[in-house]
């Protein structure tokens, strides 16, 4: 019997997905990676993504819009209004996503944000990109959150790609078998965080914010299922 390689493009609850896998005579094998395009239309955003926390959010001609705010709440100190999308639970995995912060500007809101999700398993299992206007103990990191309050896991980043309202492209690439996660941002061939941390080792992506407000477009989900 032939054995080959395949790539499959089709639609799952209004996804795009592309998945590769092995066709065995007439018979497709589990895939083992996935792409996932979420549409960002109105009438699929239920399908898409799955709201974690406060705030409001809308979409509308391919933005993700967190309109409103959401406010920290609860037992753990862990971000308020996060967007995870509909795929399987991934292990290795690359997000690509154009970000706006749509906060005042640092002169009025020094500490605003947006945040990458990564490992997402439930409401307290993720880790979490914080791309800010400052930088400090809790601004402008790469965090877990583990049962518990989150936890700062990277060095000090020096770059802080939220000082505008501009859009910003950015690049989440999660290793499993290092546990190393890298964050790039715009043209800039190294990555302005980096962290090493292998406590969760699969989950979903998303994106959010800690308590701002944030724009998302051009998603792109890349992985490996577990």
């Known amino acids: 019997m032939r054995t080959m390689p395949a790539m499959l493009g089709f639609q799952r609850d209004g996804l795009c997905v592309v998945a590769a896998g092995l066709v065995v005579g007439a018979v497709l094998l589990p895939a083992e990676r996935v792409q996932v395009r979420p ?3 109105e009438a699929s955003m239920a399908r898409e993504v799955t709201l ?4 409001s959010w809308t ?12 406010k920290p709440a609860g037992p753990i100190r ?12 991934l292990a290795d995995v690359t997000l690509d996503v154009d970000v706006r912060s749509t906060a005042a500007l640092p002169a009025v809101t020094p500490r605003r944000d947006a945040l990458l999700v990564v490992g997402y398993q439930s409401p307290t299992k993720f880790y979490y ?3 800010s206007a400052a930088r400090d103990e ?5 965090f877990l959150v583990n049962d518990a309050d989150r936890k700062r896991i990277d060095s000090r980043s020096d ?4 000082v505008d309202q501009a859009w910003h492209h950015a690049r989440l690439v999660r290793v499993i078998a290092t546990g190393r996660i890298e964050v790039y941002v ?14 969760l080792t699969w989950g979903r992506i998303g994106v959010g914010s800690f308590d701002d407000t944030a724009e998302f477009r051009r998603v792109v989900v890349e992985g490996t299922t577990r």
């Open 159 to 162: 770059v802080t790609p939220l």
């Open 39 to 41: 549409t960002l239309a």
């Open 78 to 89: 862990r971000p308020s209004a996060l967007a995870i999308v509909a795929s399987p639970d």
């Open 138 to 142: 809790v601004h402008n990191g790469i």
């Open 186 to 199: 715009d043209d800039r061939p190294e990555p302005i965080m980096v962290a090493t941390d292998s406590t």
């Open 52 to 55: 974690d926390g406060t705030g």
């Open 59 to 70: 979409v509308s001609d391919g933005i993700l819009s967190l309109v409103t705010a959401g």
């Open 129 to 131: 990109v914080h791309l």
